[in-house]
């Protein structure tokens, strides 16, 4: 099967990536399917449907929507018998708004099949739309940063190569449009996150900033749901430790101590999602054989006393003595999961 060569280009700020898109299609002599003609709800297999018509020998080069996620994107245009060959992500970056895209408080819907086969609209964030946008890229193309000053363009720069330490950072030149773009390494994109290599201990960003740090958490004791809630809106939110802009790992609530969870936090989002529920765990032991496991990312943070405060809404030696029992009575805010239990 002969198959259509791809490079996608993504972005929170509209304009600016599809004028980037438009001057790559034009520099590489590669048509253009543009993210005005993809469906809103499903951009990814629209953009299926339409590629392999358009290749003319060199490749395509597809722009994307802000509402699309780019691990859609990459699922399916990496699909095997596609048809389509995905030789890059370019995310493109506006630099002066690249932390009030990642505080954006609004959702995007998309389209979804439920288990019973039924549609459904799922909704994510556009804060983690692009702070994953960034994760995934193979290429991040920052725009607009001429009129930074020198240290906030560190600071921008920093930030980026420690949400993305795999990916290639570039500053658009204007007059240089035809940029080498490295083939995403799809095999092993799920190591591309620098949250994912700060927990696999292979963590290197290749620019770093006095103020821009990152921190790896690991407790093994479970969380207490309403101490950690307390924690989130009244001191991480209010800025106490600094700016958390990122942090995504494992955890355990007490109330749910059967179930890992994802934790997966951006700019003043968050959500905790089921991963694993463990059968036929011995009540004591085995509990504590995972805790919790966090990357933290952000500005001027302060690890000490961040430490010091996540370890206060883990149990105390009492609580944990208690039991699982006795967890299950804790105040717990967070919404109910929808979990399965595993079979052999």
Same mark, same amino acid.
Not at 57 to 69: C, R
């Given at each position: 099967?002969?198959?259509?060569?791809?490079? +996608?280009?993504?972005?929170?700020?509209?304009?600016?990536?599809?004028?980037?898109?438009?001057?790559?299609?034009?520099?590489?002599?590669?048509?253009?399917?543009?993210?005005?003609?993809?469906?809103?709800?499903?951009?990814?297999?629209?953009?299926?449907?339409?590629?392999?018509?358009?290749?003319?020998?060199?490749?395509?080069?597809?722009?994307?929507?802000?509402?699309?996620?780019?691990?859609?994107?990459?699922?399916?245009?990496? !699909?095997?018998?596609?048809?389509?060959?995905?030789?890059?992500?370019?995310?493109?970056?506006?630099?002066? @708004?690249?932390?009030?895209?990642?505080?954006?408080?609004?959702?995007?819907?998309?389209? !979804?099949?439920?288990?019973?086969?039924?549609?459904?609209? /799922?909704?994510?964030?556009?804060?983690?739309?692009?702070?994953?946008?960034?994760?995934?890229?193979?290429?991040?193309?920052?725009?607009?940063?001429?009129?930074?000053?020198?240290?906030?363009?560190?600071?921008?720069?920093?930030?980026?190569?420690?949400?993305?330490? %795999?990916?290639?950072?570039?500053?658009?030149?204007?007059?240089?449009?035809?940029?080498?773009?490295?083939?995403?390494?799809?095999?092993?994109?799920?190591?591309?996150?620098?949250?994912?290599?700060?927990?696999?201990?292979?963590?290197?960003? @290749?620019?770093?900033?006095?103020?821009?740090? $990152?921190?790896?958490?690991?407790?093994?004791?479970?969380?207490?749901?309403?101490?950690?809630?307390?924690?989130?809106?009244?001191?991480? !939110?209010?800025?106490?430790?600094?700016?958390?802009?990122?942090? +995504?790992?494992?955890?355990?609530?007490?109330?749910?101590?059967?179930?890992? $969870?994802?934790?997966?936090?951006?700019? %003043?989002?968050? +959500?905790?999602?089921?991963?694993?529920?463990?059968?036929?765990?011995?009540?004591?032991?085995?509990?504590?054989?995972?805790?919790?496991?966090?990357?933290?990312?952000?500005?001027?943070? @302060? @690890?000490? $006393?961040?430490?010091?405060?996540?370890?206060?809404?883990?149990?105390?030696?009492?609580?944990?003595?208690?039991?699982?029992?006795?967890? $299950?009575?804790?105040?717990?805010?967070?919404?109910?999961?929808?979990?399965? /239990?595993?079979?052999?």
């Amino acid at each position: 099967m002969i198959e259509t060569d791809v490079i +996608a280009v993504m972005g929170a700020c509209g304009p600016e990536r599809a004028r980037y898109a438009a001057r790559l299609s034009q520099a590489t002599s590669r048509p253009l399917l543009a993210a005005s003609r993809l469906a809103p709800q499903d951009p990814a297999s629209s953009a299926a449907a339409f590629l392999p018509w358009l290749d003319v020998g060199s490749g395509v080069v597809a722009e994307f929507p802000s509402d699309a996620s780019i691990l859609d994107v990459i699922g399916t245009l990496a !699909e095997r018998g596609s048809g389509l060959r995905l030789r890059g992500v370019v995310c493109v970056v506006d630099a002066p @708004h690249l932390l009030d895209d990642l505080r954006r408080e609004t959702y995007a819907g998309s389209s !979804e099949v439920d288990d019973s086969g039924m549609p459904r609209t /799922r909704y994510t964030a556009h804060a983690l739309l692009a702070v994953q946008q960034l994760e995934y890229a193979s290429t991040i193309m920052l725009v607009n940063w001429s009129g930074l000053s020198t240290p906030d363009l560190s600071i921008t720069m920093a930030l980026v190569s420690h949400l993305a330490p %795999s990916a290639r950072l570039r500053l658009h030149q204007p007059a240089v449009d035809l940029l080498p773009v490295a083939p995403i390494p799809i095999r092993s994109h799920q190591d591309a996150p620098g949250w994912v290599q700060l927990l696999n201990g292979e963590f290197a960003p @290749h620019m770093t900033d006095p103020r821009i740090s $990152a921190l790896r958490y690991e407790n093994v004791r479970p969380l207490h749901p309403g101490r950690l809630n307390a924690l989130l809106d009244e001191r991480i !939110e209010s800025g106490e430790f600094g700016s958390v802009i990122r942090s +995504a790992g494992f955890c355990r609530f007490a109330t749910r101590s059967n179930v890992i $969870a994802q934790w997966d936090h951006v700019g %003043s989002m968050i +959500a905790f999602s089921p991963v694993q529920v463990d059968d036929g765990m011995p009540e004591a032991e085995g509990l504590l054989a995972v805790g919790e496991d966090i990357a933290f990312i952000g500005l001027d943070l @302060h @690890h000490r $006393a961040l430490r010091a405060a996540l370890d206060d809404t883990a149990l105390t030696d009492d609580e944990l003595a208690a039991g699982p029992s006795a967890w $299950a009575t804790f105040e717990d805010p967070f919404p109910t999961w929808q979990v399965s /239990r595993s079979r052999e």
